[in-house]
């Protein structure tokens, strides 16, 4: 029986990848911190841990005594005011976590990181050639920096530890809470959108993401390797909002706001923000990342060396997401 090691179980993606672990027969461990909400979550997790993050010895305590055959590190902070911040928990953690694993008593048979789309950035609206592992570096946010930086890192100390990379681009489902305000937009009856400009945008239904992620754990890869992840299609700015008008058979007023009025909110809410331990809905980093032309990416790698094969395109994906919030109560 296979024994999993995970960080972020009480998130969006880590709620999933629980369950679909514990389906598989595996014994999971979830590294949450104490204020976490666990009530969905416990019924798929063999033991909660407590990790400090920034102690090596603690964590390869942690390794020795569980025994573990993989670790998914899917923990991350996503907003923050502090670039240091952003880099101490999104660098310096899992840096601390793969040093602790690669302990020469400890023999983890694969570590997975889940990474991100924004550690490379997007790329230009007629770029021929979509985003692939080998593209270089360029992310438009203080996140992406961070999962930049801690990928550089990994290139450079662990090149030859059997690390897996994933990058999902945009990922979304059941619990997810970001992408979530769009549709309780539209519920309401608004359509919106940051000008007029066309973009390809791409996804990743939650259960593909979780899929790969456990292939990558048991599939034979080697030392360090990166991986792009989405659907493998490529889709205009208005595609989740028709989706989402298919689904309930509603008609949201499709409105189209000016870029310098939404550029001109983002730097007034920033200001506004400097001296809150909160960050604004809009400001211009996220702007940036709202409006960039293109985020298509190849998955050809996924696709041969960990046999992904996504089950779900935007439309299949988003249907079972949208019934799912609103058997919720959530819309």
């Known amino acids: 029986m296979k024994k999993l090691f995970l960080t972020g179980a009480s998130g969006f993606v880590g709620s999933h990848i629980v369950e679909a672990a514990k389906s598989k027969g595996w014994i999971v461990h979830a590294a949450i911190r104490k204020s976490s909400k666990t009530d969905d979550i416990a019924p798929f997790v063999d033991e909660f841990l407590y990790p400090d993050f920034e ?3 603690d964590l390869k305590a942690i390794f020795r005594s569980g025994r573990y ?5 899917a923990a991350a902070l996503t907003k923050s005011k502090s670039e240091e911040a952003m880099r101490k928990v999104n660098v310096g953690y899992t840096d601390n976590l793969m040093e602790a694993a690669f302990d020469s008593e400890i023999g983890v048979s694969r570590f ?3 990474s991100s789309l924004a550690a490379i950035g997007p790329i230009g609206y ?3 050639v979509d ?5 270089p570096y360029r992310p438009l946010t203080m996140y992406g920096r961070s999962k930049r930086d801690s990928e550089m890192n990994i290139r450079q100390k662990y090149a030859d530890m059997p690390i897996t990379v994933l990058r999902p681009t945009a990922v979304y489902g059941p619990r997810e809470r970001d992408l979530f305000i769009l549709f309780e937009t539209l519920n309401k009856g608004l359509d919106p959108y940051i000008g ?11 259960k593909d993401l979780v899929d790969v992620i456990l292939r990558a754990c048991e599939i034979p890869q080697g030392s360090l390797d990166f991986y792009n992840i989405s659907d493998g299609n490529v889709y205009s700015k208005y595609a989740m909002a028709d989706i ?8 949201p007023f499709r409105v189209h706001v000016p870029y310098r ?3 001109f909110v983002a730097r007034l809410s920033n200001y506004l923000y400097k001296n809150s331990s909160k960050t604004p809905v809009i400001y211009p980093e996220r702007l940036g990342e709202l409006t960039a032309e293109n985020w298509s990416c190849n998955i050809t790698k996924a696709k041969e060396k960990l046999g992904f094969v996504p089950k779900y395109d935007l439309r299949k994906g988003l249907t079972e997401a949208l019934l799912w919030y609103k058997d919720h109560n959530w819309l």
């Open 131 to 135: 985003i692939t592992e080998e593209h």
């Open 69 to 73: 055959d993989y670790i998914v590190h």
């Open 196 to 206: 007029r400009n066309p973009q390809k945008l791409s996804f990743v239904y939650v």
């Open 261 to 263: 009025l939404v550029s």
């Open 126 to 128: 007629n770029d021929n």
């Open 55 to 57: 102690n090596i010895e």
């Open 244 to 251: 989402f008008r298919d689904t309930f058979h509603k008609k």
């Open 112 to 114: 997975v990181y889940v």
